[in-house]
């Protein structure tokens, strides 16, 4: 039945949390005797007793004074309440707090690329598969192998040097006034954009490729089926068989697909939002890595990681709403 | 068929739309910078982050301390070059005797002859049991300095500031950031004080025999220092002085003065200092991404015709992330300046550039190889046993071509530094006899060899000396930035057939060299400067102990002597001895001096005028902030008065 | 089109390497990545030969800076002066060195997996299937950079995280078609026998599949090359070695940018693109070769799911969906016959 189905998936997705949940709070003690010497303070002109109080009060403030065992539990008792720990940054903020800030700012880059791909990538994939063997489907397969051997990361750079510095239309880093200075006005939008061109691009461009050739190859199989065959059999014009039929059936294997890249969607600008300083998740991680500030790493990283599960979830959920046949323990 | 033109131009639709969005923005782009008429300093900052929290003592990291100088102030300030205090909080002080005098000459001076004979006193230190000399300096404050909101600055603002940096009870070690060990006030671990050092009107003043009039009770503060003169120094210079009447209420034992939890009052007082220095922080314009400081317009000292000391009205202290997108701002005129010393590889690209100002300043840290003579027991090896022996580490300092170091790694841009490793602009005190590593460097070479192959006669098919049949190596700890460097100091003591290889300094203790001494050379920037001669040289020639051993040399003719030189309170034989030390230090060959780097820094001059190069520092300096003109857009001339002149009001 | 067929196939396609390199050789497109292949392995060992200086040697330093010129045919580098044209063929040894060791390790460990999950069934199935979906949802690139904070900067702790990620998308493929070949007949006989389960797997399992994992090495080596660049561009690589990804970074703080030194930066770009779409033609070409029914036309768009280890998963679901399509309401207007694979 469908709906021991879905219980099953939650379930399941529940328990690879939890396993995620577990090696998130081991792999920051990995190798190391003592996890709370990163927050001693340096020992200054203490002697080795003081710097053993000093210590030993330390490790009760962060709580390290108590087993990993109990660690672990306050640990899952923290995350009840959404509380992902407090970063070692000069004025303790709350990692939450600090993902907060940056993750609409990621969203941006990616839920934009992911539009663009998906509307440019939907439509020379469909001219690709209608024009079956012309020039437009052959540009289209050496373009994707062009695309897939030029790291994302290069384009990056090359664009940002071009487009940026020779040209001067798009700003070649971000202003790190952006953040600061938005307010939702219609100028300050112009300007997150324009800050946002060069990075979209470069991710945009493998985005692209991609979806053209997944849906070319949808709409290809879908053409060759006996319905296709018996709709333009029966006279409809090429625009409703297109529209029609094999479109919205082609749109079920690519909504899995897109369902997929959402789970890539946060983590994967990391590189790229390096490279024009786009103060986003990625960036947040790169920083919290050079400062060795561990809470701030691993809660991001299971930020991400509950993300993707919450994304594989629901891409599998809706996949069994809209594909009928896709069923366990069907009755037949 | 209908279809082709609809397909064809469809996804023009998108295309067009996204660049529209993008393009847009294009006019848009409005640098402040570009367009500001007032007399605000647009400053690059090249960090991860800024801080959001500006209490002095929670953080020595990149421009946290540099605006905790300028919202707060200090008792005097230092003057590198005359070694005196300057005026800051307060205007005056001298040491008294034991009948409440000044030790003073008829100059106004301190009379170090009478000091060392009357002003010494002893007490017994209730924590070591031991009996230490102290001496009694006497502080008067400026009574014009004021907080930014309107009190007064009193002494027992002073009194709560140094009393709660050594107490760890309250403070959470914050005051380890200032050097505050040569106060005689001590606090037990549990926070009781078990030995008074600062003295008020309000605190035992009388009864400790120190007489305040009642008209100055709010200006003078006697302080207990350790008998050596270098314990005012950091006193008077480091701890910025903090407003009693907004912490004391708030610092209590659960939530510290240094606090990593802090509750919502300790909070708020983080996010709005309130300081007496020369400029406020503003709040509201301030953010993740950029700070504004405004001209505190209360602020005590101006200059003599009574303008503000100050010229620059507003500094916007702007984020950049990466180095090379804060020069191109600059480069575009997006900020006035950066904050940051760049690598000389860069200059070539402000050639020719009429609106850039390159500052290329002295620089006070010298790189240093230092070697590990003095392994604890687990980590000596026949190698490092090597390296005790003077005369290895003498031809690996012969060895050393500075000047090659300076033209290949550090493009031109570094002086050479005496082996004596103190500055020849510390006239008072530089040795020239010191300077024996400077010379003809084929003959040093030669002598290098000659003295080796005493020692390590047999050489292996590639010419590396053996020790015992196996070839000397020794690795030498550094960051990835001290690569290049490292290669070359390879080759250099490949000549003298010795062989050296690049190791990664880790991120975590046990792999760096203050791990037990677990390395065999490293590279170190070490300064050495009048202000910190006292502390600096006992650190890194004298004390031991601890895991951190450092593989420190320890010699006791030299301990002795710079015990001597930091305890004498005269200051004519202190430059004396300072000057007999450096022989000493030099022959030891245990730092060798590789090159002392210029700092520099690159200043537009199309808004401001007048900069200054200052040693030491970036063109983002108290000097040029103090100086520097805007240019009236309007006319384009220089607005006032020309820079420099004016002295300070005291 | 039965896929389940072509991939049996796939698997009994006979013939040593020796046939299959030639094979290769006869496939036009195929010849070119041989081609391009063996220059750059040829690049990589000769790299002392052919640089005319050398990058690690500092005496062989010239002037920072420097513009491309007869004597640099690609200029200097700004930070530190070495010729760059000489970095880009020291470069080869370092991205060719990783991306084939990541690659054969991980042939190892998945094949290894894969067959076992397969073959073994029940348990070690179930277990390391659900490990593969624990390291499926944790995000790679944040927890490689986790890992090199914790173990040190080198190459070797990146090809160990490399591979401890990348052998799953290999272990799901082999499992697949293990449990289509755990149902042939020559294996049943083998049970009926008695030969152990060792045996089987390594003496006839393994064998049936180790086209496929030819196949995936070589275009997993192309993916790891990219990713290798990646993770150097980012710093984490050892800091003596020069590689691709490294001269990006370098070019990039070091401001190339600025000087408007575009050929730093487009020469290491230009090094990866060959290195990754060598290995990828060969790829594509040798599958076509095992699987003549599947056309070149759709091979890239294959080879781009594979990349994200979804291309196999997609095929084999495709067969279960068969299974019940078959049994499926012939009136059911609805039917995809390519459906997407599961995880990215």
């Known amino acids: 039945m469908k709906r021991?189905?879905?219980?099953?998936?939650?379930?399941?997705?529940?328990?690879?949390?939890?396993?995620?949940?577990?090696?998130?709070?081991?792999?920051?003690?990995?190798?190391?005797?003592?996890?709370?010497?990163?927050?001693?303070?340096?020992?200054?002109?203490?002697?080795?007793?003081?710097?053993?109080?000093?210590?030993?009060?330390?490790?009760?403030?962060?709580?390290?004074?108590?087993?990993?065992?109990?660690?672990?539990?306050?640990?899952?008792?923290d995350l009840t309440h959404f509380d992902l720990g407090t970063s070692l940054q000069a004025g303790s903020p709350k990692v939450t707090d600090l993902i907060g800030q940056r993750l609409p700012w990621t969203l941006v880059l990616s839920v934009t690329t992911l539009l663009i791909s998906l509307s440019i990538g939907l439509l020379f994939g469909t001219l690709a598969a209608w024009k079956r063997g012309r020039w437009q489907d052959t540009t289209l397969l050496n373009a994707s192998t062009i695309s897939v051997a030029l790291p994302a990361f290069f384009i990056a750079?090359?664009?940002?040097?071009?487009?940026?510095?020779?040209?001067?239309?798009?700003?070649?880093?971000?202003?790190?006034?952006?953040?600061?200075?938005?307010?939702?006005?219609?100028?300050?939008?112009?300007?997150?954009?324009?800050?946002?061109a060069l990075p979209i691009m470069s991710m945009a461009l493998g985005g692209i490729v991609g979806y053209s050739q997944t849906?070319?190859?949808?709409?290809?199989?879908?053409?060759?089926?006996?319905?296709?065959?018996?709709?333009?059999?029966?006279?409809?014009?090429?625009?409703?068989?297109?529209?029609?039929?094999?479109?919205?059936?082609?749109?079920?294997?690519?909504?899995?697909?897109?369902?997929?890249?959402i789970s890539g969607l946060i983590g994967g600008a990391i590189i790229i939002e390096q490279v024009f300083n786009w103060q986003g998740m990625g960036t947040l991680f790169l920083e919290a890595n050079s400062t060795k500030d561990y809470p701030l790493m691993m809660g991001i990283m299971l930020f991400l990681s509950a993300f993707a599960i919450l994304a594989n979830l629901v891409t599998e959920l809706f996949y069994v709403i809209l594909d009928p046949r896709v069923t366990v323990g069907d009755k037949r | 068929m209908s279809t082709k033109p609809r397909l064809r131009t469809a996804w023009l639709v998108p295309v067009l739309a996204g660049a529209t969005l993008f393009l847009s923005g294009c006019m848009n782009i409005d640098y402040p910078c570009r367009t500001d008429l007032t007399n605000t300093l647009y400053v690059g900052v090249v960090q991860s982050s800024f801080p959001t929290a500006f209490m002095p003592w929670l953080s020595r990291d990149g421009i946290a301390p540099t605006i905790a100088s300028m919202l707060y102030s200090t008792l005097f300030s230092y003057d590198d070059d005359t070694g005196d205090f300057e005026p800051s909080l307060a205007r005056d002080w001298y040491y008294v005797d034991a009948q409440g005098l000044p030790i003073v000459t008829e100059s106004g001076s301190t009379d170090y002859d009478r000091l060392e004979a009357e002003g010494v006193k002893t007490l017994t230190n209730p924590q070591t049991r031991k009996t230490e000399q102290y001496l009694t300096v006497r502080i008067e404050l400026d009574p014009r300095a004021r907080w930014s909101d309107g009190e007064p600055v009193t002494a027992d603002d002073v009194y709560y500031t140094l009393d709660i940096a050594r107490n760890n009870y309250l403070s959470n070690h914050a005051g380890a950031l200032a050097w505050t060990a040569d106060l005689l006030h001590l606090y037990s671990n549990a926070g009781e004080l078990e030995l008074q050092g600062i003295f008020t009107f309000n605190h035992g003043a009388a009864a400790q025999g120190y007489a305040i009039d009642e008209a100055e009770k709010d200006q003078v503060v006697y302080l207990h220092v350790r008998g050596v003169l270098g314990a005012v120094t950091s006193l008077f210079t480091t701890v910025l002085i903090l407003p009693e009447h907004l912490w004391e209420p708030v610092v209590s034992r659960d939530s510290q003065l240094n606090s990593r939890n802090p509750d919502e009052r300790t909070q708020s007082l983080y996010q709005n200092p309130v300081g007496s220095g020369p400029y406020v922080l503003d709040v509201e314009a301030s953010g993740p991404s950029q700070i504004v400081l405004q001209r505190n317009a209360q602020y005590h000292l101006t200059k003599d015709d009574a303008r503000p000391l100050y010229a620059v009205e507003t500094i916007n202290l702007i984020l950049y992330q990466e180095l090379n997108v804060a020069i191109y701002a600059v480069m575009q005129g997006h900020v006035d300046m950066l904050d940051s010393s760049l690598s000389a590889n860069y200059v070539r690209l402000f050639e020719g550039r009429d609106d850039l100002y390159v500052s290329a300043a002295e620089g006070t840290y010298v790189q240093t190889l230092v070697f590990n003579l003095n392994p604890v027991s687990a980590e000596q090896n026949p190698m490092r046993s090597l390296l005790a022996d003077e005369n290895v580490r003498k031809a690996i300092a012969l060895a050393v071509d500075t000047e090659m170091l300076i033209r290949l790694v550090a493009n031109g841009a570094a002086v050479p530094m005496s082996a004596g490793l103190i500055r020849e602009s510390l006239t008072d005190f530089y040795n020239p006899n010191a300077n024996i590593l400077a010379g003809d460097q084929a003959e040093q070479l030669r002598q290098a060899n000659a003295l080796l192959d005493q020692l390590l006669p047999e050489k292996d098919d590639q010419e590396y000396r053996l020790l015992d049949g196996q070839r000397v190596s020794f690795t030498v700890l550094g960051s990835v930035g001290e690569i290049e460097l490292i290669s070359f100091l390879e080759i250099q003591l490949q000549k003298i057939g010795i062989e050296i290889r690049y190791q990664a300094k880790g991120s975590s203790p046990e792999t760096t060299y203050l791990y037990t001494s677990r390395f065999d050379m490293t590279?170190?920037?070490?300064?050495?400067?009048?202000?910190?001669?006292?502390?600096?040289?006992?650190?890194?020639?004298?004390?031991?102990?601890?895991?951190?051993?450092?593989?420190?040399?320890?010699?006791?003719?030299?301990?002795?002597?710079?015990?001597?030189?930091?305890?004498?309170?005269?200051?004519?034989?202190?430059?004396?001895?300072?000057?007999?030390?450096?022989?000493?230090?030099?022959?030891?060959?245990?730092?060798?001096?590789?090159?002392?780097?210029?700092?520099?820094?690159?200043?537009?001059?199309?808004?401001?005028?007048?900069?200054?190069?200052?040693?030491?520092?970036?063109?983002?300096?108290?000097?040029?902030?103090?100086?520097?003109?805007?240019?009236?857009?309007?006319n384009g001339a220089v607005e006032s008065v020309a820079a420099g002149e004016g002295g300070v009001t005291r | 089109m039965n896929t389940r067929n072509a991939l049996l196939q796939v698997a009994r396609s006979g013939g040593s390497f020796l046939s299959l390199v030639r094979k290769?050789?006869?496939?036009?497109?195929?010849?070119?990545?041989?081609?391009?292949?063996?220059?750059?392995?040829?690049?990589?060992?000769?790299?002392?030969?052919?640089?005319?200086?050398?990058?690690?040697?500092?005496?062989?330093?010239?002037?920072?800076?420097?513009?491309?010129?007869?004597?640099?045919?690609?200029?200097?580098?700004?930070?530190?002066?070495?010729?760059?044209?000489?970095?880009?063929?020291?470069?080869?040894?370092?991205?060719?060195?990783?991306?084939?060791?990541?690659?054969?390790?991980?042939?190892?460990?998945?094949?290894?997996?894969?067959?076992?999950?397969?073959?073994?069934?029940?348990?070690?199935?179930?277990?390391?299937?659900?490990?593969?979906?624990?390291?499926?949802?944790?995000?790679?690139?944040?927890?490689?950079?986790?890992?090199?904070?914790?173990?040190?900067?080198?190459?070797?702790?990146?090809?160990?995280?490399?591979?401890?990620?990348?052998?799953?998308?290999?272990?799901?493929?082999?499992?697949?078609?293990?449990?289509?070949?755990?149902?042939?007949?020559?294996?049943?006989?083998?049970?009926?026998?008695?030969?152990?389960?060792?045996?089987?797997?390594t003496k006839h399992i393994l064998p049936g599949t180790s086209h496929l994992i030819i196949m995936n090495t070589t275009l997993t080596c192309a993916g790891i090359m990219v990713a290798e660049a990646g993770l150097s561009f980012l710093g984490l690589g050892d800091p003596t070695a020069i590689s691709w990804g490294k001269m990006l970074a370098e070019a990039q703080g070091g401001?190339?940018?600025?000087?408007?030194?575009?050929?730093?930066?487009?020469?290491?770009?230009?090094?990866?693109?060959?290195?990754?779409?060598?290995?990828?033609?060969?790829?594509?070409?040798?599958?076509?070769?095992?699987?003549?029914?599947?056309?070149?036309?759709?091979?890239?768009?294959?080879?781009?799911?594979?990349?994200?280890?979804?291309?196999?998963?997609?095929?084999?679901?495709?067969?279960?969906?068969?299974?019940?399509?078959?049994?499926?309401?012939?009136?059911?207007?609805?039917?995809?016959?390519?459906?997407?694979?599961?995880?990215?």
């Not at chain 2, 001096?593 to 520092?617: F, H, K, M, Q």
């Open chain 1, 215 to 261: 849906t070319r190859n949808s709409v290809i199989a879908v053409t060759n089926e006996d319905f296709v065959i018996t709709a333009r059999a029966k006279g409809l014009s090429h625009t409703t068989v297109l529209y029609k039929h094999v479109l919205r059936n082609a749109m079920l294997p690519l909504s899995t697909s897109i369902g997929m890249s």
């Open chain 2, 523 to 634: 590279i170190q920037g070490v300064i050495f400067s009048l202000a910190n001669v006292d502390i600096m040289l006992n650190a890194h020639f004298v004390a031991l102990g601890r895991t951190s051993n450092y593989g420190r040399l320890v010699r006791s003719d030299l301990t002795t002597a710079i015990e001597e030189m930091r305890s004498t309170l005269n200051l004519h034989r202190k430059y004396e001895l300072l000057y007999d030390l450096q022989p000493a230090i030099a022959q030891m060959y245990y730092k060798v001096p590789l090159y002392s780097s210029e700092i520099v820094s690159i200043a537009r001059t199309d808004r401001y005028t007048g900069y200054e190069v200052v040693p030491g520092a970036t063109v983002f300096n108290t000097t040029n902030l103090q100086q520097i003109q805007r240019i009236d857009s309007a």
């Open chain 3, 24 to 201: 290769l050789w006869q496939h036009p497109k195929g010849r070119i990545g041989l081609i391009l292949v063996g220059l750059l392995v040829l690049v990589a060992v000769l790299a002392p030969v052919l640089a005319p200086y050398n990058p690690y040697d500092v005496t062989q330093r010239a002037e920072k800076g420097l513009r491309p010129s007869l004597d640099h045919p690609l200029g200097t580098t700004i930070t530190t002066g070495q010729d760059i044209f000489s970095m880009l063929i020291y470069g080869t040894r370092v991205s060719l060195l990783i991306g084939i060791t990541t690659g054969v390790a991980i042939a190892f460990l998945g094949a290894l997996l894969g067959v076992m999950a397969g073959y073994i069934g029940g348990f070690a199935d179930n277990l390391i299937m659900r490990v593969v979906d624990v390291l499926l949802v944790i995000p790679t690139l944040p927890l490689i950079i986790v890992l090199t904070g914790l173990l040190g900067r080198s190459y070797f702790v990146i090809v160990l995280v490399f591979v401890l990620f990348g052998w799953t998308g290999l272990a799901r493929v082999i499992r697949s078609l293990v449990l289509v070949l755990k149902n042939s007949n020559y294996v049943k006989a083998a049970e009926l026998a008695g030969a152990s389960r060792w045996y089987i797997m």
């Open chain 1, 157 to 196: 750079l090359m664009l940002s040097f071009y487009l940026g510095f020779e040209l001067e239309l798009f700003p070649a880093y971000t202003n790190p006034n952006m953040v600061g200075q938005f307010d939702w006005s219609w100028k300050a939008i112009q300007v997150v954009f324009n800050n946002a």
């Open chain 3, 255 to 344: 401001g190339a940018l600025l000087f408007g030194a575009w050929w730093w930066i487009l020469a290491p770009g230009a090094g990866i693109f060959l290195a990754v779409f060598s290995f990828m033609r060969i790829g594509i070409v040798m599958e076509e070769i095992f699987n003549p029914r599947m056309k070149a036309s759709s091979s890239i768009y294959k080879l781009f799911k594979h990349l994200n280890n979804d291309y196999m998963d997609e095929v084999f679901r495709s067969m279960d969906d068969e299974e019940s399509a078959q049994s499926a309401d012939p009136s059911d207007r609805s039917h995809p016959a390519a459906l997407e694979g599961s995880h990215d």
């Open chain 1, 4 to 77: 021991s189905y879905v219980i099953k998936r939650i379930l399941y997705a529940v328990f690879i949390f939890f396993v995620v949940l577990t090696l998130n709070f081991f792999i920051p003690r990995i190798g190391v005797s003592d996890p709370a010497e990163r927050y001693y303070p340096p020992q200054g002109a203490m002697s080795e007793i003081e710097y053993e109080i000093i210590k030993q009060y330390t490790r009760e403030q962060y709580g390290f004074d108590v087993s990993t065992f109990q660690q672990y539990i306050r640990y899952l008792q």
